[in-house]
DNA sequence: TTCACGTGTCATATTCTTCTGACATGTGCA
DNA sequence: TGCACATGTCAGAAGAATATGACACGTGAA
């Protein structure tokens, strides 16, 4: 499950974040979510180029928020679907410092 | 108050979660929510310039995270004193798919 | 065989964020 | 007067994220 939990480091919680904090990954992933669909019908739809949806999906499923996986077509093409996987995070102040105490200090620098 | 509630668009939700979702900014405000401080004090403490803190206050401060004001000290000096103000976002598919839903879309190219 | 459609990747722009090192300004105190 | 400490801002370097267009490859159908 991915649902941001307690254990995260503030650079997991950071990337999870960071991923979803684009429009552009936002609009990917709610398309996905309403629909599962494969790459070059999902960046028709969006109107961007293949080569950087790649980028934005690869960046969504390495934190979680989507998976993909081939499928084959009808008429026997290989198509890569990728699919939503549910979440929640909840963000306040608490995570944000559990994180941090979670997190490898960035280098005391002891003078 | 600043909770992230159902009626951010897209752009506001980005701008608030681009703002948290850096270690960096993670690290000042749960600095300055365990104690208010003023600007140069906290860069002394946090190690990094001033110049490079107030750009990430002024970004923390915009979204609403945290908030400064004028105190004299003791010695009659004017500190800019940054505190952090309590929020709580809660993050899921829902919550994008409205955000989206809730802005003005991405030029629907209608060829 | 050629076309249409799919996958995946690369080198290259372009643009945005982050960061540094100055500078100008003001106040209290020795 | 000069030092220590504060605020605020700027130009420009350095680095990371975003975006484009072209390439290589595979498969089914006309």
Redesign the interface.
Known sequence: MSS?GPVDN??Q??AR??A????QR??I??AV??EPTHVSELARRL?MSRALLYMHLQRLEEVGFLAGHFELSDDGKALKIFE?L????????ET??A??AA?PP?QE?EK
């Open positions: 941001g503030a650079d919680l950071s974040l960071t979803i904090a684009s429009t936002m609009r992933l709610a979510a309403a109107g939503a549910p979440f929640v995070i909840a963000l306040d102040l944000i410092t994180a941090l997190s960035p620098t």
